[in-house]
Each structure stands twice: as structure tokens, then as C-alpha cells.
């Protein structure tokens, strides 16, 4: 299990006007993936792509600059951080001076790049200009009038069409639901899911992501997840899982998993 008795959730905070990396809590990948039956080498590469809305710090006079930062951090990283410590930390920053945008770009990745144990990149996207949201392509799994009355998470609900067809598609919903493992608050994501191999049935596909609704965990572990039960309950050629979570706290976290593709990242209108 993960050691969440080391982080902020859950617990009054102390917000630090001066510079604090120490905060930032990295928690090991292998205790979640041990869970999921991952060991050694990874059936997935990919990216968790983070957005803080409210990165501030004050430049070499004093005056306050903002930016929107874009972080990527590789799946293949031991630690993933957990989320209020790095608002805590990018808080830590808003009342130090830096030469430049440069160089607080510089500090950010040396610090994240340590908490993660890899390479983590930054990149400024400017708060006045305009990023056109987008819509997901291929078929909405939301539109499959269902039923439903199981809300908790079960494998059991994939099965492939009948009867069988090999198909390449990509499938989306915006139900995804799931819940912070310390809090338990909810937090709301579009998944959109990329194969080929055996077609997947859609009805039981949609019951699957609904049954997240009550499930605790990380959004990394969620979509790793996902990526596994699909892959040992269908047996795809390849396969690409990727969440969109809506933001929380300023920060948002977007999770990139696949057998072949390279990461990008679209902007959703919920973001």
C-alpha cells in the first residue's frame, strides 16, 4: 500500500511563504503497480502531463509574474508526486526572486526531477492567450442507454463483442469517476481508449468505467489500471489509455499509457 500517512491530504497545512522542495512528497510507483501484478519490465510506456494553473513567483525586482506550467513526468519515474505536496510547494515559490522565468524554470525541474527520481520537462504556457479546447474523436461510449445499480469496480465487466470482429477504434466517455485514496473526494475525468485487436464490447466497456465511481485510488493508478484489465481480459493488438482529469487546487493531471503511441495532450472544455 501506498504511504500515505507521509502526506499533507487529509490534514490542516501550514502554507510557507519561503522556499520549502521539502515538502514534496514522492511516493514509490511499484507499491501501487505491485497491486495490478506489475513487476519488472512495464507492458506500457507513457507520461503523466500536470498543468498548475496558479504558478506565481516574483522576479529580480519584486514584482509578481504568472504562468501556466505544463509539467511531464515519464511513467517509467519510481516516485510519482503527490499532488498537494506540489501545490505546497509551487505556493513555496510565489514570495522568491528570480533572475529570470529561466531560472525558476531551472529550480522546478531540478526539484521535481529529484522527488520523481527521472527527468521531468517544464514548459510557460502564457495565461492570456487563448487554448482552443477540443472535443474527443471517435465513438462516445455515454450515449449506450444503460442501467445501472454497481458502482463498485469489477474486472468482471469486460467482454468483447459477439460476435467477434477485428477492428482499430478509439472509444471515450467523460463518465470517469473516482476518488482520492486518503479523502475520499471525487475526481472527474474523460477517458479515451485506443486499440486494435478484437472488438471490445461497448456496453460492458462503459460498465467497467462506471464501476470506478467508488474506487480509491491516484489518477496514475487508475489509468494503469484500466490499461491492465483491458489487456488481460481482451488481449489487444495494441493499446493506448489516456484520462483527462479536470483540475483540483489549480493543478490538473493527465495520465498517458500505450503499447506504441508517443504522448500528446488536448485540452478538454472541462479543463
Not at 484500466?226 to 493527465?254: E, K, S, W
Amino acid at each position: 500500500m501506498f504511504g500515505y500517512q507521509k502526506t499533507a491530504l487529509g490534514k490542516d497545512t501550514e502554507y510557507y511563504r519561503d522556499y520549502r522542495p521539502q515538502v514534496l512528497c514522492p511516493l514509490p510507483r511499484q507499491d501501487g503497480r505491485a497491486a495490478l501484478g506489475l513487476i519488472g519490465d512495464l507492458p506500457f510506456q507513457g507520461v503523466d502531463i500536470w498543468h498548475n494553473y496558479e504558478a506565481s513567483w516574483l522576479n529580480a525586482k519584486g514584482k509578481p509574474q504568472v504562468a501556466i506550467v505544463q509539467l511531464t513526468i515519464p511513467a517509467q519515474s519510481p516516485y510519482l508526486i503527490e499532488s498537494k505536496s506540489l501545490k505546497l510547494y509551487f505556493n513555496s515559490l510565489n514570495f522568491h526572486r528570480f533572475d529570470s522565468a529561466h531560472a525558476y524554470s531551472a529550480l522546478v525541474v531540478k526539484d521535481l526531477s529529484q522527488a520523481a527520481g527521472a527527468p521531468v520537462s517544464l514548459e510557460f504556457l502564457a495565461v492570456d492567450q487563448r487554448y482552443q479546447s477540443q472535443g474527443l474523436t471517435g465513438t462516445c461510449l455515454d450515449d449506450l442507454d444503460i442501467s445501472c445499480d454497481d458502482y463498485v469496480l469489477t474486472d468482471t465487466h469486460l467482454a468483447l463483442a459477439t460476435p467477434t470482429t477485428h477492428v482499430e477504434e478509439t472509444v471515450y466517455s467523460h463518465l470517469l469517476r473516482s476518488n482520492c485514496p486518503v479523502t475520499n473526494q471525487p475526481d472527474w475525468g474523460s477517458v479515451r481508449i485506443h486499440y486494435r485487436g478484437q472488438q471490445l464490447d461497448h456496453t460492458a466497456l462503459l460498465r467497467y468505467l462506471i464501476s470506478f465511481r467508488e474506487h480509491n485510488d491516484f489518477h496514475e493508478q487508475c489509468v494503469e489500471r484500466i490499461f491492465v484489465d483491458i489487456m488481460r481480459h481482451c488481449q489487444p493488438q495494441c493499446l493506448t489509455v489516456q484520462a483527462y482529469y479536470t483540475r483540483r487546487g489549480g493543478l490538473d493531471i493527465n495520465p498517458f499509457r500505450s503499447t506504441h503511441e508517443q504522448a500528446h495532450f488536448q485540452r478538454l472544455i472541462r479543463q
